[in-house]
């Protein structure tokens, strides 16, 4: 069974970083055929897309929000997906949440995702 645990989630100021994590079990990164993401939810708004990789790191795709700010990443040795965020902004608050999905068309859809963490949530004061 496939298993995923975000971590590294805060509170930071406006122009900070942090580093989130998901740690995948039940599901090999290295030698697997599933595509990745990172997407967020707000309070009262809907779950958006922030980042997507491919099978093997081949591709990425960002949010315009996010774009040039974030950077989406796998450590295969350590089976475990990144979400590098930097120049936090107050609305990159919300809850992130780590996803996993079958390979499909691209950009994925957040209805392509199967597979989902529990959240970490990050906070941006300004």
């Known amino acids: 069974q496939v298993r995923l645990m975000e971590s590294g989630g805060g509170s930071v100021q406006a122009g900070g970083s942090l580093r989130l994590s998901c740690a995948a079990s039940g599901y090999s990164i290295r030698t697997g055929s599933m595509g990745m993401g990172w997407f967020r939810q707000a309070p009262g708004k809907e779950r958006e897309g922030v980042a997507h990789?491919?099978?093997?790191?081949?591709?990425?795709y960002y949010a315009d929000s996010v774009n040039g700010r974030f950077t989406i990443s796998q450590d295969n040795t350590k089976n475990i997906m990144y979400l590098q965020m930097n120049s936090l902004k107050p609305e990159d608050t919300a809850m992130y949440f780590c996803a996993a999905r079958a390979p499909g068309s691209w950009p994925p859809d957040v209805s392509a995702y199967a597979y989902w963490g529990q959240g970490t949530q990050v906070t941006v004061s300004s």
């Open positions: 990789i491919s099978t093997g790191s081949s591709r990425t």
